[in-house]
């Protein structure tokens, strides 16, 4: 049985503690809580609505859409900081340079 097929049937009884006794359990149960498919209440666990909409259309593959669009979102947040940082470097080689032609022009810098 695979992994997530046993998390999903160990959910359904709604204990907690079968899935975190097994080490190998324990990562798939935290990714489903992160992407919050499960979720905790008075030491039950069950499914959320988001969990049962992505168990009618195939948990695995919900999972792995979530993932792409963890990644995706990731990604693009690190281009937004590499293109303010672009920018501002640019920005300062271009002040540097007007600074550099306003020397020379005036007999400053010879």
Request: aromatic fraction near 10%; charge should be positive.
């Amino acid at each position: 049985m695979k992994t997530l097929d046993k998390v999903l049937k160990l959910v359904e009884k709604g204990d907690a503690t079968l899935i975190l006794a097994e080490k190998n359990l324990t990562e798939t149960f935290n990714e489903l809580l992160k992407y919050e498919l499960i979720d905790i209440n008075d030491g039950k666990v069950k499914l959320t609505a988001k969990g049962e909409k992505a168990q009618t259309a195939g948990i695995s593959a919900f999972v792995q859409k979530l993932q792409r669009e963890a990644e995706m979102k990731e990604f693009s947040g690190k281009q937004g900081k590499i293109g303010h940082t672009f920018f501002m470097i640019s920005l300062l080689l271009f002040l540097f340079s007007i600074i550099f032609l306003l020397g020379i022009y005036t007999g400053t810098i010879s």
